[in-house]
DNA sequence: TACTTTGGTGAGTGCTTGCTCACCATCCAT
DNA sequence: ATGGATGGTGAGCAAGCACTCACCAAAGTA
């Protein structure tokens, strides 16, 4: 009698160290991308994780730390890289642009990722800086490094490498911003919207 | 001799009930653009004020009404939409787009109000909303509807009027976004920043 | 079986938060 | 002068915060 009543109480398995981790992380994710890292406690995030305050604290030292883990797991961008390189050798103006804008507006771009972002980089956080300079600035200076390669060829305008890939950076982050932020709908297709943008980019509004 | 002392001890010359109040949301717009709501204390703007917390309480019943007296004072726009409208009637496309870029990215822009919606955006304040829908859209539609009234004139090439509003803005809001928030240099004065930035935007990339 | 390690918790701790309240001080009108 | 309105405060309250601690329970291991 008694063996089965322990048995049966409290019986979910014990989970591994570091499923919990994740389960705790992946909880982080949401919370702190909905309400930013003062506004999410560490009560929130323990019940979201489906574990006790205190399990979260034998985990992560301090909800800083969590924190910290969290952005510095969150930042992925290989693959596109190669995928952008490969078209900037090949010349493959169009799709270059069209990797880069629709790399953050295809329907499965993550928002969360997004909101986590400009949080951090709201709140100060000191991974926001490192996440911007390293994980951003790669596509910035890889995108500049190939307008002032494309101005020389001839082929490009000749305009400032870094306003030109930054302008480029505004239309698709003012877009999520818009979208993902302010919750605008979307008055075109993905596709289409992508489109447009890129063409407005290359061609200009005014017509030659 | 009483009298004196009684003159000398405390005689900060009680201030109005205006000028307080005004003090109080200059004091918290300044706090809350760099802490957010969440990251300031009531105690904090006191402090900065020069008052007493609960002195603040006599003029917000909570820290919230605060908040909302501050972003619906902060919001004014009046000028520049005149300015532009004129420039609009009169077909000066170049001298329409300086006016929109300028007086985002002019040197005394200021950074407060920027950090301080982008904030409420993100913590999802009901005035974010109204700020959003009503202020910024009045651009982002008066912009729309210029650009389609220059495509049906044929100055502009056929892009879908909405989108390339929003892509001009985006230049002009991703340009403060680095500077304002990520604390990104300048790379050129204001000026050829701007004049950089309308010059691909009327025109294109592409060397026609 | 016994023992160490690891997953897990309830019940706190001290501190900070937004906000209140009883009270004082100064102005202005009568 | 005097009384009501208005400007102003110190002390404190209940709730919430990040974080801790003593302790239990289930695995692995000998």
Do not use: C, W
Request: proline letters at 3%; aromatic letters at 10%.
């Amino acid at each position: 009698m008694k063996k089965i009543a322990k048995l049966v109480r409290h019986h979910p398995a014990r989970t591994s160290g570091h499923q919990r981790q994740a389960s705790l992380i992946s909880a982080a994710a949401s919370l702190f991308a909905t309400n930013g890292f003062r506004g999410t406690t560490t009560k929130q995030i323990a019940l979201a994780a489906g574990v006790s305050e205190a399990l979260l604290f034998k985990h992560f030292p301090t909800k800083h730390a969590l924190y910290t883990a969290l952005l510095s797991e969150k930042a992925d961008y290989s693959g596109l890289q190669e995928a952008v390189e490969e078209a900037a050798a090949k010349r493959e103006d169009k799709r270059l642009f069209m990797l880069l804008a629709n790399y953050r507006i295809r329907k499965g771009a993550d928002p969360i990722l997004f909101r986590l972002l400009l949080f951090s980089a709201l709140e100060g956080h000191e991974m926001s800086d490192m996440f911007f300079r390293q994980q951003y600035r790669v596509f910035h200076d890889l995108l500049a490094g190939y307008i002032r390669q494309r101005i020389d060829e001839g082929a490009y305008r000749p305009l400032d490498p870094l306003l030109a890939a930054r302008a480029f950076f505004g239309v698709i982050v003012h877009h999520r911003l818009l979208h993902d932020i302010l919750g605008f709908p979307m008055h075109l297709t993905h596709e289409a919207t992508v489109e447009e943008y890129v063409s407005l980019f290359m061609n200009g509004l005014i017509r030659q």
